[in-house]
């Protein structure tokens, strides 16, 4: 077996593990829901080690560590995965964030097997979209995150949780239909047909611009449901504020990634005439999600909601960074969906603490909190400051590279996007202010500071915000050779996009 399936499969051997525990032992399917993960986060660290970011031949992707087996030999589907320095930095952020989850989840205590078997198959699913290089194989991790995801809003949500699954459920179900109709059309345009991305890469210089259009429409939108694209994002606070919190973390920190990887792995790397005709609705929708996420957020009075559409803000950074089709705006892109899922991650575990003690998220209702909690008010001011973009932590970074790309090519669209920093700003120490600031409100005078494991589940989130914030190199060296064969793949559409 090789390194990419063991990274894939170590969490459904944990998932088939509790299945056979009784469910009395709590603690035994606790401990084996953390093992597994852990394990899988151990294998993709090996992977980084073994990992060559710059072993790309001219033009080619640089995939390492591929496995390829017949599967559906009749129609060519194949067991084909693979990774470059696109997918592996995602690949890292989904198992660490899975593993730190895992260790949060110890405060569930309803049905602990059953939460733990669908949060290990969720795990499979999202690893199997990041590693797969065959459409049909693509398509079947994908569908597999729905079901779990379901289960988890739906049982261990909060009081509105039936309708914030069923509406995640059919939202994704809804996008899911038409990505597969783009996935047959390239089957069957392909000659010979095939599934295989890689060779679709190639085929697609034969593909004429009107089926590429049409193919490039119906993965837009599988896609941007996921991403989650205006106006597709309605789904996003409602799943968040029911979902219990490590289910918003991997929601917010790996799920919403899903959407920005598949249009930057299909639908810009198969079918450039499509991305290219799109560029202009594309850069329209990301200045959309940044500023209209941002006075979203500013409105809301609940923690989590106000975080949830933070996090359609900051994924229109990455929508952003995209339409620059430039170096600096694919790293940008790239680098945000790594950063966004540290920050937002980290915020979602700590409105989690604060509603674990108090049974509320508004922010009205504290005040003096910073004196009273001292770890934890350090822990949320340095998150907060990370996801606003100050200088010296991660989100500044990848946020500043997002504008270096796009503005050469989007000038005024880039400048009416920097609104929504200035407002993303505002509402963080908005909370801060009325949250840890002032006299102490008498009710929460009791509260504890963080315990033992929430500092487990945060403080590496805050160590990584930190180091990427001053030595960014440590991913962009990762990712930069992979999207410089990525930005010089199709060098007539980026002199399009340049003025």
Not at 137 to 161: A, D, Q, R, S
Not at 317 to 327: H, I, K, N, Q, T
Request: some cysteine; hydrophobic content about 55%.
């Amino acid at each position: 077996m090789g390194i990419l399936s063991l990274i894939t499969f170590l969490p459904l051997l944990g998932a088939l593990i509790i299945l056979v525990l009784p469910r009395e032992q709590v603690k035994a399917v606790r401990a084996v829901g953390v093992l597994a993960t852990l394990a899988s986060l151990a294998a993709s660290l090996y992977a980084l080690s073994q990992f060559h970011p710059g072993d790309a031949a001219a033009g080619q992707l640089p995939m390492q560590f591929l496995e390829k087996f017949s599967w559906i030999p009749s129609f060519d589907v194949n067991y084909f995965m693979g990774v470059d320095g696109l997918s592996l930095p995602i690949i890292l952020l989904t198992t660490l964030l899975c593993f730190l989850a895992a260790v949060y989840s110890a405060s569930i205590e309803e049905r602990v097997k059953e939460f733990y078997f669908w949060f290990l198959i969720l795990e499979v699913g999202m690893l199997g979209v990041f590693c797969a290089l065959d459409l049909f194989l693509f398509y079947v991790f994908w569908e597999l995150t729905l079901v779990p995801m379901y289960f988890l809003i739906g049982v261990w949500g909060g009081p509105k949780k039936e309708f914030a699954a069923i509406k995640f459920f059919l939202f994704t179900l809804f996008g899911s239909v038409f990505m597969l109709l783009g996935i047959l059309a390239l089957y069957f345009q392909s000659n010979p047909h095939t599934f295989d991305m890689l060779e679709l890469m190639k085929a697609s210089a034969g593909f004429s611009r009107e089926f590429q259009i049409i193919v490039f429409i119906g993965f837009w939108l599988g896609l941007a449901v996921k991403v989650p694209a205006f106006p597709f994002h309605t789904w996003l606070p409602l799943a968040h504020v029911e979902a219990p919190t490590p289910v918003s973390v991997i929601l917010a920190g790996v799920l919403l990634k899903m959407g920005v990887y598949g249009l930057l792995r299909i639908s810009y790397s198969i079918l450039p005439l499509g991305y290219e005709w799109f560029l202009p609705g594309l850069i329209v929708i990301a200045v959309i999600n940044i500023v209209y996420g941002a006075f979203c957020a500013m409105a809301q009075d609940d923690m989590k909601k106000m975080v949830a559409y933070s996090s359609v803000n900051h994924m229109g950074y990455c929508l952003l960074g995209m339409a620059a089709v430039s170096d600096a705006g694919f790293n940008g892109a790239a680098l945000q969906m790594v950063n966004h899922g540290l920050i937002t991650g980290a915020l979602f575990f700590l409105v989690g603490v604060i509603y674990d003690r108090a049974h509320t998220r508004d922010i009205n209702a504290f005040g003096g909190l910073g004196a009273k909690l001292p770890v934890y008010a350090g822990l949320m001011a340095m998150t907060c400051f990370a996801s606003l973009g100050l200088p010296g932590l991660c989100g500044f970074i990848s946020e500043f590279l997002c504008f270096l790309g796009a503005f050469p090519a989007w000038k005024l669209w880039t400048t009416v996007s920097v609104i929504g920093i200035l407002v993303t700003a505002a509402f963080f120490l908005r909370m801060m202010q009325k949250v840890f600031l002032g006299p102490l409100n008498e009710k929460w005078k009791d509260l504890p500071d963080m315990s033992a494991r929430e500092l487990v589940a945060v403080s590496p989130l805050a160590v990584l915000m930190l180091l990427f914030g001053i030595w960014p190199r440590l991913v962009l060296d990762l990712m930069n050779p992979t999207l410089k064969v990525m930005t010089g793949m199709f060098p007539t559409m980026f002199q399009l996009v340049r003025p």
